[in-house]
């Protein structure tokens, strides 16, 4: 039904689309590590070697661990599964809480004491009314 | 239907069609924005900050909808010889672009009172700018050559590279972790965003749709005007 013509330039097209998914998957595959704009506690307890350069420790604000003395912030990031302390002193952003997501940007001390120059609040997927959280936290 | 593809014809849609569409326009934007910024609740958590949402999704929609559009005309036209595709897909590119512009902007704007940072080198954040620089290369590709065969191939040349960063774009908060959020609405899951902040989003979409639709119709009735002007009466 079709030139021979299209034919190859349909097979070129294809291809040119294949060679490029491959490349850009080993790609990505490999800077795995890089990708990733911060890594989660568990992460950072099977650290062979501690990283002396910047991180960042990502995950929530455990309940109840936020504790604030004169401008020091200490409060714990959890992923559920393990844990790590975190120390701030600067103005941390309107949406930090407990129970909330949290990016903390800075240097790690050991596996389980992160000091941080930089905190950032991860914000979820979820967008509602204070009404229907309201009503949703009642249940 | 070959008809309807007669330069005459489609000329004379071309012509007329922006007014109405403008028109249809304003009418949607209106209601869209008095939806998003008066209507609608705000959020739980973010309360106002919520609002940037219905211009910052809307804009990257529409932004990667218009990339796709532009990549899939692209390969037709290399693929079947047709000139037509490749003048829709250049009229198309602008408004795309502008689109992810504003998406950029307005998620940077959102960024600093809700993440605490303007700018994050994140994967979503970073596939988003690349995907404005594949719009940028491919802009200044049909300024830089003459001739209409090279352009042709340079210019879907760069929609199939730049094609392979659309889905990362889109899978990008599933893949690894990035300050981004993942997707609230999800065709095959439950949506994790109230109704009442779904209709205002569907209809600022709707009118970046009609903006998007008025721009390419001035840029391909432009297109036409210069194929009438060299005495070609086919596409």
């Known amino acids: 039904m079709y030139g021979r013509k299209v034919k190859l330039r349909f097979l070129f097209v294809v291809i040119i689309l294949i060679t490029l998914i491959l490349t850009t998957f080993l790609i990505l595959n490999s800077l795995e590590e890089n990708v990733v704009y ?7 307890k099977s650290l062979t070697e501690l990283d002396k350069n910047k991180i960042r420790v990502g995950g929530m604000v455990k309940k109840n661990s936020i504790s604030i003395n004169s401008d020091e912030v200490n409060f714990i990031i959890t992923d559920f599964k393990n844990e790590i302390n975190v120390i701030y002193s ?24 992160f000091s941080a120059i930089k905190i950032l609040a991860k914000h979820d997927e979820n967008y509602m009314p204070p009404e229907v959280k309201e009503a949703l936290g009642e249940k | ?25 304003i009418i949607v934007l209106s209601i869209g924005l008095v939806e998003a910024l008066i209507l609608s ?38 693929i079947f010889k047709n000139k037509n595709f490749f003048l829709i ?14 998406a950029l902007v307005t998620g940077s704007i959102w960024g600093k009172p809700t993440w605490g940072t303007w700018w994050a080198w994140d994967a979503r954040i970073t596939s988003m700018l690349i995907l404005a620089l594949f719009y940028l290369m491919y802009l200044i590709a049909w300024r830089i050559y ?30 690894w972790n990035t300050l981004h959020q993942p997707a609230s609405i999800n065709i095959m899951t439950k ?36 194929i009438k002007n060299k005495g070609l009466d086919r596409l």
């Not at chain 1, 911060?38 to 950072?44: D, G, M, V």
């Not at chain 2, 065969?149 to 199939?160: A, L, N, R």
Request: without cysteine; proline residues 5%.
């Open chain 2, 41 to 78: 609740p705000e959020d739980y958590k973010q309360s106002d900050a919520v609002r940037i949402m219905y211009v910052h999704v809307p804009a990257a929609w529409i932004s990667l909808g218009i990339f796709s559009s532009i990549t899939l005309l692209s390969i037709s036209g290399f």
């Open chain 1, 38 to 44: 911060f890594k989660s506690p568990s992460e950072i």
């Open chain 2, 1 to 25: 239907m070959l008809k309807l593809l007669e330069p005459n014809k489609i000329f004379q849609i071309t012509s007329k069609a922006p007014k109405y569409v403008l028109l249809l326009f």
């Open chain 2, 89 to 102: 897909s250049k009229s198309l590119a602008p408004s795309g672009f502008v689109f992810n512009l504003i």
């Open chain 2, 191 to 226: 949506n994790s965003i109230h109704s009442s902040m779904l209709y205002p989003l569907f209809i600022m979409t709707a009118a970046f749709a009609l903006f998007s639709l008025l721009i390419f119709l001035m840029k391909y009735n432009t297109e036409l005007i210069k």
């Open chain 2, 146 to 175: 003459d001739s209409e065969e090279k352009v042709y191939k340079i210019s879907t040349f760069i929609t199939i590279i730049g094609i392979i960063n659309v889905p990362i774009i889109k899978y990008s908060v599933d893949w």
């Open chain 1, 90 to 113: 600067g103005a941390v952003p309107s949406l930090f809480a407990e129970g909330k997501g949290v990016v903390a940007e800075g240097f790690l001390k050991d596996r389980n004491f």
